[in-house]
Every structure is written in C-alpha cells, then in structure tokens.
C-alpha cells in the first residue's frame, strides 16, 4: 500500500515489517512484555528489558524474579514488544525460554564477566538508561541473575494504522 495524502496519518509503511525494519525497531529502547507460565497454569505478564541479537532475544532476571522460576520450570514464551504512538509499530514473539546462565554474578569464577553482565554493559544498560547506565550498574551489579536466550518459533510484525487482509470483509 503506498502513501495517500488523505491518509498519511495511517503511516508511511503499511503492514509487515522487513527484517532491517525488525532489527531497527528493537534497538530503541522499548520495553517488553514478557508473558510466561505459573506452576498454577495461569498466565504471568511483566515488563523486561531486552536484547535482540538479530535472532534472538536475551532477557535478565534477577535471582529472586518470579519469572524467571516460572520460565524455569516452564520454557514457553511469548514477548510483545511495541510502541504507542504512530507509525505504531510491533513485534510478537512466541519462543522458548533456554537458561544460559543461573544464578550468577557480574563475574564468573574465571574471572571473566558474565553473559549479563556484558549484555547490559554493552546493550541494555546504555540503551535504556544513557549516561546513567554505568551509576545504576554499579548499584545492582552485585546481585545473583539468571540469563534466559529466547528463541522465537514465530515473530509476528506489523505497522501502521490499516486491518491485515484477514480482518477485511471480502
């Protein structure tokens, strides 16, 4: 669908996003929703900070985050991540939740940092907070965290202001 004067407040681009465009739109500092599961079965939503490596999604819990139990015992996932003005752009991802690191701190025992110690020095923390990265850093680097890579199984993308082709009536 092309621009029309008439209705250039819908956006400038219509429908599914390219992978550049996906790339792009996830390195602003969005916050994502992250839905898991409970032992009890019902749904569990929070806001997480995020890393997308061009594949997948890296997501931090702190030691005693309820999520990251419940993502623990149950890896299914999804994450919603969009914006709330125009051109109203979004991204779902339903995945699978793998733990890469567990309960560890900024170091390993090695010496060398841990994979979310370098996501939020070099991702996270710089994006989402700017030149206060490094003083919220020093305040909770010193807490035990989980390190979750998600997967997607599916990415579901969109953009703009018009009904995807299925909604229409024929």
């Not at 092309?2 to 400038?12: A, F, L, V």
């Not at 429908?15 to 500092?29: A, H, T, V, W, Y």
Request: charge should be neutral.
């Amino acid at each position: 669908m092309t621009k029309n004067n008439n209705t250039s407040w819908r956006g400038d681009k219509i429908g599914r996003m390219s992978k550049q465009e996906i790339d792009e739109f996830l390195s602003e500092p969005w916050i994502a929703r992250l839905a898991c599961i409970k032992s009890d079965g019902s749904p569990f939503v929070v806001p997480v900070w995020y890393h997308w490596d061009g594949s997948d999604f890296w997501i931090v819990g702190r030691k005693k985050s309820r999520w990251a139990e419940f993502l623990e015992d149950d890896p299914r996932v999804s994450l919603v991540i969009d914006e709330p003005v125009p051109p109203i752009r979004k991204v779902i991802c339903d995945g699978e939740a793998e733990i890469i690191e567990k309960g560890v701190g900024p170091f390993l025992e090695n010496g060398q940092k841990s994979v979310w110690n370098q996501i939020g020095e070099n991702h996270t923390g710089p994006r989402y907070l700017g030149e206060k990265a490094n003083e919220y850093r020093k305040s909770v680097n010193s807490e035990p965290c989980t390190t979750f890579k998600i997967k997607p199984r599916e990415l579901t993308t969109w953009q703009g202001f018009e009904w995807h082709r299925r909604y229409r009536h024929s």
